[in-house]
C-alpha cells in the first residue's frame, strides 16, 4: 500500500499529498506517526506548531530527554535547544556549539512551537502566520484521561487562534496532523466532527483511507501497518496475548470495547422518528411502548448537532430517554449506536 514505505512505516508524503486540511491519522503503536510527520516538516523547512493535550504532558515533551525530536537529531544529525516563549509554551531552534561558553546556543528562527490544548486559550493573541502545519499528538485521551471540558471547541479555538484571516488574504490554511492510537472511537473530536460512524463503517468495510474533499478532511486508518505485524511477537504483546484489548488497540487499531449489549435489527417503517441528536436519531414504535436508536435520521422532529449547550437542552427536554435506557428499553441499530447515546448523555 502507497500508505506504508517499504520499511513498514506510515508513509507521511503520501497523506501530505492528498492535499487535505485536516488529517487524522491514527493506528498502532510505533508505526511512525509522530515521527515521520516531524521529520516530513523538518526537510519541508516548515515552522510548526506542536500540541499535546495537557500541560503536564506538554511540560514533560518539552525537556530535551523526552522531546519527540531526539531521535530525529540522532538520525539526521543535528543539535536542537528550547527556550520558553510563555510560562505555558516553548519554542525549538537548531543550535550550535558556542566554542568560548561550550554550550549550545540557537541559531536562526524556531522551527517549532509547543502548546497544550487544555492551556491553549491562554497564548491567544500572537502573530502565527510563519507557522505552517500543526501537529497535534496524542489527540485521543487513553480511557484513564479526564476530558478537558468542551475539548472539540477548545481545538476548533485553537486552530482560528492560529489561521485567523490568512485564507481571506489568499493564502493557503495551515495544514493539521491529527495523530493518535486507536484509545477510544467516541473520542472528543471524532465526536464534534460527526465521524463516529465514519471511522466504524471504515473498520467494518476495510477501507483505511476516507477523504471528504467538501470539509478538507482525510482520515487513515494504519491497522495493515507491516510493523504491527512484526510487534505481534515481541516481548510486551506476548505478555499481553495476541487477543487481549491491549493487543487489539496496539497491534490492529481496534478501539476499546465501551459496553454494548441490546442490539436488534427493526424496520424502521414501524417506528416514528423522535428526535436526533448528535449522529443518532431516537424512534419511537407507532403503536407500543417501543424505543429504537439508529445512525439513519430522516424526518425527526428536532434536531440537535452534539455539543455542551445542546447536551443541556437535550437533557432538559428528553430526561427519560436516558431512564429508558438504564431500564433497558432501548433497542440500538449498532453497538456505536449505544456507544454515541451514552457518550452523548452521560
Known amino acids: 500500500m502507497k500508505l ?56 514533560i515533551i518539552n525537556k530535551k530527554d523526552f522531546s519527540p ?17 510563555t510560562k505555558y509554551n516553548t519554542a525549538l531552534y537548531y543550535a550550535e556549539m558556542d566554542e568560548e561558553t561550550g554550550k549550545l546556543v540557537p541559531t536562526g528562527f524556531p522551527f517549532a512551537y509547543t502548546s497544550a490544548l487544555s492551556t491553549f486559550s491562554n497564548i491567544r493573541g500572537f502573530d502565527a502566520s510563519y507557522i505552517q502545519d500543526w501537529v497535534y499528538d496524542e489527540f485521543i485521551p487513553e480511557l484513564h484521561e ?25 493564502l493557503p490554511p495551515i495544514k493539521v496532523y491529527l495523530l493518535s492510537n486507536s484509545n477510544k472511537i467516541s473520542n472528543p473530536i471524532f465526536l464534534r466532527l460527526n465521524i463516529v460512524d465514519t471511522v466504524s463503517k471504515m473498520k467494518i468495510s476495510g477501507e483505511r483511507i476516507f477523504i471528504d ?15 504491527s505485524v512484526r510487534k505481534q511477537e515481541t516481548a510486551l504483546y506476548k505478555l499481553a496475548e495476541s487477543n487481549s484489548s491491549f493487543a487489539q488497540m496496539a497491534l490492529r487499531n481496534q478501539f476499546f470495547k ?25 424512534y419511537q414504535h407507532k403503536n407500543r411502548n417501543e424505543w429504537y436508536v ?53
Request: hydrophobic residues 35%; charged residues 25%.
Open 69 to 85: 525530536y531526539l531521535s530525529l537529531s540522532n538520525d539526521l544529525d543535528f543539535e536542537f535547544v528550547s527556550q520558553s516563549v
Open 4 to 59: 506504508f514505505l517499504k520499511s513498514g512505516y506510515v508513509n507521511m508524503e503520501y497523506i501530505k499529498n492528498m492535499n487535505c486540511t485536516f488529517n487524522i491519522i491514527y493506528g498502532g503503536r510505533g508505526t511512525g506517526k509522530t515521527y515521520g510527520t516531524l521529520k516530513m516538516c523538518l526537510e519541508d523547512k516548515h515552522t510548526i506548531m506542536l500540541t499535546r493535550r495537557t500541560q503536564t504532558q506538554l511540560d
Open 258 to 282: 465501551e459496553g454494548f449489549g441490546n442490539i436488534r435489527s427493526r424496520n424502521l417503517k414501524e417506528f416514528t422518528p423522535v428526535v436526533s441528536f448528535g449522529e443518532i436519531t431516537i
Open 294 to 346: 439508529s445512525m439513519h435520521g430522516q424526518g425527526a422532529r428536532e434536531k440537535y448537532e452534539y455539543n455542551d449547550a445542546n447536551k443541556k437542552r437535550f437533557l432538559r427536554k428528553y430526561y427519560y430517554i436516558w431512564d429508558l435506557y438504564l431500564e433497558n428499553l432501548l433497542e440500538f441499530e449498532s453497538p456505536i449506536c449505544e456507544m454515541l447515546l451514552t457518550e452523548y448523555l452521560k
Open 146 to 170: 479526564r476530558p478537558i471540558t468542551d475539548e472539540a471547541t477548545a481545538f476548533f479555538n485553537a486552530y482560528e487562534t492560529m489561521n485567523r484571516n490568512r485564507e481571506l488574504k489568499g
Open 213 to 227: 474533499r467538501k470539509r478538507g478532511l482525510a482520515i487513515f486508518d494504519l491497522e495493515d501497518s507491516p510493523i
